[in-house]
């Protein structure tokens, strides 16, 4: 395999080829290779590189990810792979100026830029906080509580989350070579799972002067990230079960891979996020005058110029009330008039730029054109070559750059079948008229699934009638109103906490989406054994396992231990209390909870559930503390809360009750003099009857 010294970020009048970093190189066909394809500025038309992976050795690639990624990140617990992904969001966000300058010759503005460049970092930053907050310092997640499969407690089940032993294969889409890039990334980086990034060829080079700054870094263990700069024709033929492939783009496409025998047959995890007609929904309380109708018409004109309306979540189709069509389409017009400057992006006072390429423009003029053969009529703007603003100021017609002005389409036939199955993946969207809010529902459900649309209503039975009537169409719904107007991310812009992607024609897949993302790289595997197997196989303490339990004055206490003594299933276990009906009444006298169950013994006595007058259970809980506390200053800083509280059994005047305290699990904190401790707490009574079971959690120093 050939390497080379060709840097992504050479000057721009320089004709180079992007390179490839593989293996832990920078690398680029040998001399006398194919030519490879041209890739040009999208505003000017100027060659600015080529791209080629001709003699590129996939195999080599994957089987590199397979040994010495899976390795490096192997090494590593889920905090210590979210605060790389911190230190690297901190590193990134230090030279977005730079990825602003690239960014612009892909037609971006500076607004557009933002969106992909500084949505990408803060996806960083999101899983960074996540994986720390939501992940226990570890390599394995247990799924769910454990299950008893045996009548004594000896065998039993669970579930538990493991890395995946491949790599992960992300192709991205032309429009966001940044964010697109991350957010695949992090997700991936997080779950231990090496990333084999392959972005789109028009806009590439900004992807790899991306990953040239995450390699010099030095924050990623060798062989986490590698990035194909061209074809990967052949590349699905080297996977297998233990490998999954992320893939944004056309539906058709992804069609194509997914039938691939390695896909269907082989195993190979398979998700994709595609491009959707989707929609937004006026209500029909939104009338003009409305702040909701106001807020509409922002949403759609944001969605049809920012990135050039090339937006996987673009508003493709506008439903609004019969009686609003013409109403909406001057609004969007007169909006258009006022907000949109066409032009190349390094010109002051533009905002709206180019498409990718002169390849996509003549795909979306061929789209449009076959909606208006269809039936659709131009309602707002022209398929003529606009005039633009050039880089140095001027006004003119640019016939080498990929320029469109925003068109609007309105359609006698609302069900037309070209509106909800052609997408024009550029300044394009339609104006559809709805009868009623069946109506409404019923023409979003015909763009066959879709990643998003948005439900504009001030009218809570308007918007739960129109969210529960698509919802299930859609992976995501974004309601609007004049609550949300000003605060809202908006409708095209998907976050890093909730799932984005969607079903049908939008691909099926989820992106992003949290810890659920991070779980897609992961296996769920169901282990079965004894209590003691199932706690040392996910380092948290299971009922029924050993404990070792201070026995006598001379031993020491648990909470006289540090993280680095404390170890699973250390325990104690006090001695009884007895509970009389004094204590009860004095607790309900100082507390003033008096509920009949503790002061009524006629009314409790009559309450199925109680023997008569019975214990509160948070003073049950105070005497816990009381039995288990060690009183001196020591490790433990702070108890910060309980969970999991569970009543089970009444305790009457006259009972007793002793608590056996376990440590559970224990979390080191990386950047801290101190971790969190979980102890299982389980209250009995003189009988050994359980009396109440949670977990109470401690931070103790290390």
């Known amino acids: 395999m050939t390497t080379t010294a060709t840097r992504p970020d050479a000057p721009a009048d320089t004709v180079q080829t992007v390179p490839s970093f593989v293996r832990d190189a920078w690398w680029t066909p040998a001399p006398g290779s194919a030519e490879g394809v041209p890739v040009r500025d999208a505003s000017t038309g100027r060659i600015l590189a080529r791209v080629s992976t001709d003699g590129l050795d996939l195999a080599d690639v ?14 590593l617990t889920f905090h210590q792979r979210a605060l790389m992904l911190k230190e690297l969001a901190q590193y990134l966000n230090a030279r977005r100026e730079y990825f602003y300058e690239l960014s612009a010759q892909t037609g971006a503005t500076a607004v557009d830029s933002m969106v992909d460049i500084d949505g990408g970092i803060g996806v960083l930053f999101t899983f960074g906080s996540k994986g720390r907050r939501e992940l226990p310092n570890a390599q394995v997640v247990v799924d769910g509580p454990m299950e008893v499969l045996s009548r004594d407690g000896s065998f039993a089940g669970e579930h538990i989350y493991t890395r995946i032993p491949g790599v992960a294969v992300q192709i991205n889409a032309f429009n966001f070579p940044v964010w697109g890039m991350l957010e695949k990334l992090a997700p991936a980086f997080l779950a231990g799972v090496p990333s084999v990034v392959k972005p789109a060829t028009p806009t590439g080079y900004l992807a790899a002067a991306v990953v040239k700054a995450i390699i010099e870094s030095n924050i990623l263990p060798k062989g986490a990230l590698q990035l194909i700069s061209g074809s990967v024709r052949g590349l699905l033929d080297v996977l297998d079960y233990r490998d999954l492939v992320a893939f944004t783009g056309s539906a058709s496409t992804a069609q194509s891979l997914k039938g691939h025998p390695n896909v269907v047959a082989g195993g190979v995890r398979f998700t994709s996020e595609t491009d959707s007609l989707n929609a937004a929904i006026l209500g029909s309380d939104a009338v003009e005058g409305t702040p909701e109708f106001d807020a509409f018409i922002k949403s759609v004109v944001t969605e049809i110029t920012v990135k050039a309306g090339q937006k996987c979540t673009a508003i493709r189709r506008a439903i609004v009330p019969q009686e609003l069509v013409g109403a909406v389409i001057a609004a969007v017009g007169q909006r258009v008039e006022q907000r949109v400057a066409l032009g190349d992006p390094r010109a002051e006072g533009v905002t709206m730029g180019a498409l990718a390429s002169l390849e996509q423009l003549k795909d979306v003029r061929a789209a449009v054109q076959s909606m208006l053969d269809a039936g659709g ?14 880089s140095n100021g ?14 609007l389409l309105s359609w006698e036939d609302a069900d037309a079948d070209t509106v909800h199955t052609l997408e024009a993946f550029g300044p394009v969207a339609s104006v559809l008229g709805y009868r009623d809010l069946t109506d409404a529902v019923r023409l979003a459900a015909r763009g066959g699934g879709s990643l998003v649309a948005t439900v504009c209503t001030n009218d809570p039975e308007v918007a739960r009638e129109l969210v529960t009537g698509i919802a299930a169409h859609h992976g995501r719904v974004h309601m609007l109103n004049r609550e949300t107007a000003r605060s809202s991310t908006g409708h095209g812009a998907p976050v890093p906490h909730l799932v984005h992607g969607g079903p049908g024609r939008a691909g099926g897949g989820e992106e992003l989406g949290g810890i659920r993302s991070v779980l897609h790289h992961m296996q769920r595997t169901a282990i079965q054994g004894s209590p003691n197997l199932l706690t040392a196989v996910t380092g948290v303490w299971h009922a029924g396992s050993d404990r070792n339990f201070t026995l006598d004055t001379e031993s020491v206490h648990p909470f006289r231990k540090s993280l680095g003594t404390l170890r699973i299933g250390d325990a104690i276990r006090s001695e009884l209390r007895q509970v009389t009906l004094a204590d009860i009444t004095a607790f309900a006298e100082s507390t003033g909870d008096t509920f009949y169950a503790h002061t009524n013994a006629v009314a409790a006595a009559a309450n199925p559930f109680f023997p008569g007058i019975v214990a509160h259970g948070y003073l049950l809980l105070s005497w816990a503390a009381g039995l288990f506390v060690e009183p001196l200053p020591g490790p433990v800083l702070a108890n910060y809360g309980l969970e999991n509280l569970r009543f089970i059994t009444p305790v009457a005047a006259g009972d007793s009750i002793r608590v056996t305290l376990t440590a559970k699990k224990i979390t080191p904190r990386e950047t801290d003099e101190y971790g969190e401790v979980a102890w299982d707490a389980l209250v009995t009574n003189q009988d050994d009857e359980i009396v109440a079971t949670y977990d ?7």
């Open 62 to 75: 994957v089987t590199y990810g397979r040994t010495v990624g899976q390795e490096g990140l192997g090494k």
């Open 377 to 390: 009529e131009l309602a707002y703007g022209s398929l003529d070559a606009p005039s633009v603003t050039t």
């Open 394 to 407: 001027t006004t003119e017609v640019v016939e080498k750059g990929a320029f469109m002005a925003p068109v």
């Open 696 to 702: 109470v959690l401690t931070l103790v120093e290390k």
